[in-house]
């Protein structure tokens, strides 16, 4: 099953983006028009999240995010068959030099960034980086390895590695014992699981568990904790700012890098709500219920 996906994002990766452009206002059409891929559940998030817009404009933001969704799908399969060159042309990585100062003294960083953009193309961020700096990702397994496989072979095309989000802190402390210098991307922005929940905001006008163990693992390792801005600036090309949060994650009050994170985050998609993903229930447990028995099992 693997080798037949594989060859099937192969294949289609070889189009030029003209034509992937094609194929996605296709797929636009078919889970939006057609099938309404998780429309409830989007519609219901955008209304929860802007309770001050009109259905009209709810309706018009809910299409530019299909049309983006499909984008991104295409353009993740365009990563097992695109140049150094491109990916760099399309995404662009700002702020590099302020990066390297911050790790010159030998520190490692924990990297916060969410499902906004296209979040497969970040570990590109290797073409810019000193290649003695190992750089990754925490990820969750997919219970189909065929697919997991597949994702595994795309997130390391240009050379990161994927630790899964169970080995995480097990990965961090040997790291930090051998004196490897690391980057690790933390995609946070995604609902805890619920005995896992320990701090609550308003995020997106709504109560919101925000997952917070990145905060404690910084302060273990004493890794500094970087904000990863995307922008998307036009169809298939992106930039991505780096924006410090802190560089001395002990000192900070508990939750404070949890909660500067979700002010970040927030910001990032207010600017254009159309380019996070809203397909998940997000929102899914509520702060009064929680409060009740936060060690119940959902």
Not at 68 to 73: E, G, N, R, S, V
Not at 212 to 225: I, M, N, W
Request: with cysteine.
């Amino acid at each position: 099953m693997y080798y037949i996906l594989y060859t099937f994002v192969y294949l289609h990766a070889l189009l030029p983006f003209c034509l992937l452009y094609v194929l996605s206002d296709i797929l636009f059409l078919i889970l939006y028009k057609m099938i309404g891929y998780r429309k409830k559940v989007v519609r219901e998030n955008l209304m929860h999240a802007f309770p001050e817009k009109s259905q009209k404009e709810i309706r018009e933001l809910e299409s530019r995010f299909y049309r983006h969704f499909t984008d991104y799908i295409v353009e993740t399969m365009k990563l097992a068959h695109i140049s150094d060159k491109e990916m760099k042309k399309r995404m662009v990585f700002k702020n590099v030099d302020e990066l390297n100062g911050w790790l010159a003294d030998g520190k490692s960083c924990i990297l916060l960034l969410g499902h906004y953009g296209n979040w497969e193309w970040i570990p590109s961020v290797c073409l810019y980086l000193n290649k003695n700096l190992l750089t990754g990702q925490i990820y969750h397994p997919l219970n189909n390895k065929a697919f997991d496989k597949l994702l595994l072979k795309l997130r390391g095309r240009f050379g990161s590695v994927s630790i899964p989000m169970n080995q995480t802190l097990r990965e961090i402390v040997r790291m930090k014992k051998e004196n490897i210098q690391n980057i690790i991307g933390f995609i946070s922005d995604q609902r805890p699981l619920w005995k896992s929940i320990e701090y609550w905001t308003v995020f997106l006008n709504q109560d919101t568990p925000m997952i917070s163990g990145f905060e404690r693992l910084a302060k273990q390792s004493d890794a500094v904790v970087v904000y990863l801005d995307i922008i998307k600036t036009r169809r298939g090309h992106y930039e991505a700012v780096f924006r410090l949060i802190t560089a001395i994650p002990k000192e900070c009050k508990e939750f404070s890098i949890t909660e500067e994170y979700a002010r970040e985050m927030e910001r990032t998609i207010l600017r254009d709500p159309a380019y996070w993903l809203w397909t998940h229930k997000r929102w899914k447990y509520k702060k009064e219920v929680w409060l009740e028995n936060p060690l119940k099992a959902i």
